[in-house]
């Protein structure tokens, strides 16, 4: 069965059938191996029964709450925050492009959505003061990944209705993965600033422009704040959370002026149209799900790891590897949906805590939104850069690599993920 639907799978994409079909019809064939019978049954309950959870009501918010800070112009005072910070360092602009993403993760969660915005903005200036287009568009696709991984977190959110794990421990538990991968390619650009001859452009900021940029940035920073303090403190359900953050943001664009009736219209279509494509995905994923589970795949993939149940490292080393390599060549919200379920049974037998097991697989499955063939964030790049798609995957395995070194650098160092919860969550 599970062979069967895999060949369906991998058929049905390579003809260019949407993903949610192409799922669909995985399932329709594994109830053909099962039991025809509860096609009819079973299949709608599942379709229907994967998406209706009050949890998921958190991503359209979230997505909807970042979509109304660009209408409202509050996504370009945090690019400018970020300019006024680390702008008039050498290599300035390619440290802005990373901090700016910083600042975007804390607002919509979204890898491609990072992309596109700063890539649109930034690749352009980054051209001109002497980076070349590659790279340029290389940093942007690699720092987008730090969106998913500081709260708000769309892929956490999915986790945690899957496995019942606190979204507020996973939201606090990405933010210190988040900063290190920050770094990362801050140092990255660090290194290629000074090999490239890059010069140091602009003056050192007066303490009134740093007044000044941070007073304008100061309500977008806010909203991560509600965000996470709201839900860690208990006062707000992770969908309230995203409720709250929407008014305030409503709020915050109608007593700047900036925020217009045909913006607010812009912003609730493209909401929809992002979280239609999403849950289709998922609801369909969840019909796979509920067959392997019915299989007993999940049961069977722990009796073949049993040999090292007792090496959680290698364990952990293990399904990163199986994650990585499904990322490749699947949708990140499709690959999580299906691997979920069958890797925490393994994770639990082997004692790995889930909030940081919920962390692991998150930054891998983002990292395959930079990983050829499939990587999403690649191609928004490479469109927005102007530049041929083979050049750019060319020019990315670097970015990768850091990712996966900062990935590693999590597996081997639990900690890293579950301190900041363990001090202000009181998550044990």
Known sequence: MTLAMFITFIVHILLGLPLFLTLLLTAVVGFFFLDINLIGRMLPQQFFGGINAFSLMAIPLFILAGNL?????????????????VGHWRGGLGYVNVVSSVFFAGINGSAVADTSALGSLLVPAMKKEGYSVPYAAGLTAGSSLIGPIIPPSIFMILYAS????????????????????GCGF???????????????????PTLARLWSASWGAFPALLAPVIIVGGIVLGVVTPTESGALTVLYVLVIGLMTGQLSLVRFWSALVETARLTSAIFLIMAASAAISWLLSY??????????????????????????GITFITGMFMEEVSALMLLTPIFVPVA??????????????????????????????????????????????????????????????LILFPGLTLWLPNILGGYS
């Open 69 to 85: 800070m660009n209408s409202a112009g509050l996504t370009q005072r945090l690019m400018t925050l970020a300019r006024t910070l």
């Open 162 to 181: 899957l496995t019942n794990t606190s979204v507020g421990a996973l939201f606090l538990a990405g933010v210190i993965p988040g900063l290190i991968l």
């Open 186 to 204: 801050m140092m990255m650009n660090w290194i290629y600033a000074r090999r490239a001859g890059l010069a140091a452009s602009g003056e050192k």
């Open 295 to 320: 299989a007993q795949v999940p049961k069977s993939f722990v009796a073949m790891l049993e040999p090292f149940i007792d090496q959680p490292i290698l364990v952990l080393l293990m399904l990163s």
């Open 348 to 409: 639990m037998a082997a004692g790995i805590d889930p909030v940081h097991l919920g962390v692991v697989i998150t930054l891998n499955i983002t990292i395959a939104l930079i990983t050829p063939p499939m990587g999403a964030c690649v191609f928004v790049a490479a469109a927005v850069s102007k530049i041929e798609i083979t050049e750019l995957f060319k020019t990315i395995w670097p970015f990768v690599l850091l990712a996966l070194s900062v990935l590693l650098l």
